[in-house]
């Protein structure tokens, strides 16, 4: 396995590759490395002759206040557990490397990045797309893989990927989870015990309004207040949304019908640590 | 010499170019080709071993009211010309193949777009540097070619190759005049007799400007004055700027220094079109 720092160094590598035929496997992440991350090593492992896994903390898509500063930067224990998933290249950059303060170039996706995620943390999301577009420049794969668990970021990309012809093919991957149903994030090491043990609320939630819609419920209001019900029984954590969205625009849904695939969608606050989850809601034919 | 009209086809063309080891130049343009776009593709002749010119009349760079509807199209005339000039593949995509209404992503390129042509074309520019994006992810070219005359564009196109990190090397050329000094423009057919007769004072204009820098004049506020001076006596042309600007930044200077490279742009109007050009301040050693 080779770590490359310099995107110029990175570039030189992807274009030997492909003219040596070979098909390239991305994962972008930001490091701090879980079983999400490595599920989407193993999937891009299978899919591709060669594995690229980006790690970088992109400052852009921080704000001021946000935690930037203390996000986990493991990055012997990431390489050594992309080294066991048989990862082929590590693309590591150092921040000056990727994102230069004099830079005035950025990708903004309209509508879908203006709402839930977008509203809240105010241009993270052009933050987002930026750097993506950057990395897909540097690392020209055939395939990139994101979890669902960033569901609106996935969208975000999707569009992205689709609206500036990137000639890639975006691979979305289900959520992993802990056992009690707490959907993996590198965020989750921010929680003490209290808060750890609260956090499964916002699956249960997710869960709750997955059985309503398989028994029938077609009334988003419906399955928003029974969502809305579960997390603030919950006093541990501060509902920030939990809303049921046509999951292709985002938008809120009033009515689930057969024709518009749904998604329901949690953002809560559990003491200074953000968490968000979200979950398909399959209509019963 | 080829017609693509996918932006598929046109990328699965380039890649097997690369994978046979071309070097690829890219002429962008909108068509109604004159001799500044042949100059274009006659140095992409020179320096790469494929040639590809794009003709496409990108509907995101008009503003209402401009003259989207009206810009000459002339794809058969361009395809003869592209032909004579040893052009390789011509992309000229169906507008609804590259711009599609349901788009949501957009590029922009904040200090270097909002003054001048950005200032009194709000949103032009993210038009621009939206479709270079998408057209350098379709036509995955070694070099990519840009006229002068357009010096604003040029720097923006610029920041964006380098700024999201585009593998391709941007090269500008020198503006192409007619004999009278006039830039060459597609625009400049709309022109009548009289205004026609009255455009080269733009020209003219850039000329002194030149002639007080090698005198020694560093007073950009002079410089400005003697330009606005010559083109107010054009009753003909209606001033919208003319102005000395760090060649960098393109931000207004003050003092002309070594250090420093500066540019004169000036922009009118003669009738109803638009008439823009610019001219290096080479300050005496």
Same mark, same amino acid.
């Given at each position: 396995?080779?770590?490359?720092?310099?995107?110029?160094?990175?570039?030189?590598?992807?274009?030997?590759?492909?003219?040596?035929?070979?098909?390239?496997?991305?994962v =972008?992440?930001m490091?701090?490395? %879980?079983?999400?991350?490595?599920?989407?090593?193993?999937?891009?492992?299978?899919?591709?002759?060669?594995?690229?896994?980006?790690?970088?903390?992109?400052?852009?898509?921080?704000?001021?206040?946000?935690?930037?500063?203390?996000? =986990?930067?493991? @990055?012997?224990?990431?390489?050594?557990?992309?080294?066991?998933?048989?990862?082929?290249?590590?693309?590591?950059?150092?921040?000056?490397?990727?994102?230069?303060?004099?830079?005035?170039?950025?990708?903004?996706?309209?509508?879908?990045?203006?709402?839930?995620?977008?509203?809240?943390?105010?241009?993270?999301?052009?933050g987002?797309?930026?750097?993506?577009?950057?990395?897909?420049?540097?690392?020209?794969? %055939?395939?990139?893989?994101?979890?669902?668990?960033?569901?609106?970021?996935?969208?975000?990309?999707?569009?992205?990927?689709?609206? @500036?012809?990137?000639?890639?093919?975006?691979?979305?991957?289900?959520?992993?989870?802990?056992?009690?149903?707490?959907?993996?994030?590198?965020?989750?090491?921010?929680?003490?015990?209290?808060?750890?043990?609260?956090?499964?609320?916002?699956?249960?939630?997710?869960?709750?309004?997955?059985?309503?819609?398989? &028994?029938?419920?077609?009334?988003?209001?419906?399955?928003?207040?029974?969502?809305?019900?579960?997390?603030?029984?919950?006093?541990?954590?501060?509902?920030e949304?939990?809303?049921?969205?046509?999951?292709?625009?985002?938008? =809120?849904?009033?009515?689930?019908?057969?024709?518009?695939?749904?998604?329901?969608?949690?953002?809560?606050?559990?003491? &200074?640590?953000? @968490?968000?989850?979200?979950?398909?809601l399959?209509? =019963?034919?």
């Open positions: 396995m080779k770590i490359i720092e310099s995107p110029r160094d990175m570039q030189r590598q992807i274009e030997a590759l492909r003219l040596a035929g070979e098909t390239i496997g991305f =972008p992440t490091g701090a490395l %879980h079983e999400g991350h490595l599920e989407l090593v193993r999937r891009a492992r299978k899919e591709n002759s060669q594995v690229v896994v980006s790690i970088f903390v992109n400052p852009m898509q921080f704000r001021p206040g946000e935690d930037f500063e203390k996000y =986990p930067r493991v @990055l012997e224990r990431d390489c050594e557990l992309l080294q066991c998933n048989h990862c082929d290249l590590v693309f590591a950059p150092e921040k000056n490397a990727l994102v230069d303060e004099r830079a005035v170039t950025f990708v903004k996706v309209e509508k879908l990045g203006e709402r839930w995620e977008g509203e809240i943390r105010p241009g993270h999301f052009r987002v797309a930026t750097i993506v577009a950057k990395l897909f420049n540097v690392v020209r794969a %055939h395939r990139a893989y994101f979890g669902e668990k960033d569901f609106q970021q996935l969208k975000i990309i999707e569009a992205l990927a689709r609206d @500036l012809n990137f000639e890639i093919e975006i691979v979305p991957s289900p959520t992993i989870r802990e056992n009690d149903g707490l959907a993996l994030s590198s965020r989750n090491a921010y929680l003490n015990a209290e808060d750890r043990a609260a956090a499964p609320t916002i699956f249960q939630a997710l869960t709750a309004a997955q059985k309503l819609v398989a &028994n029938g419920e077609s009334s988003a209001q419906k399955i928003n207040d029974a969502m809305q019900k579960i997390i603030d029984a919950q006093q541990r954590l501060q509902r949304y939990s809303v049921v969205v046509d999951a292709q625009t985002l938008e =809120p849904l009033q009515i689930l019908t057969q024709r518009k695939p749904a998604r329901a969608m949690i953002a809560a606050r559990a003491g &200074n640590t953000r @968490l968000i989850d979200n979950a398909a399959e209509i =019963p034919k």
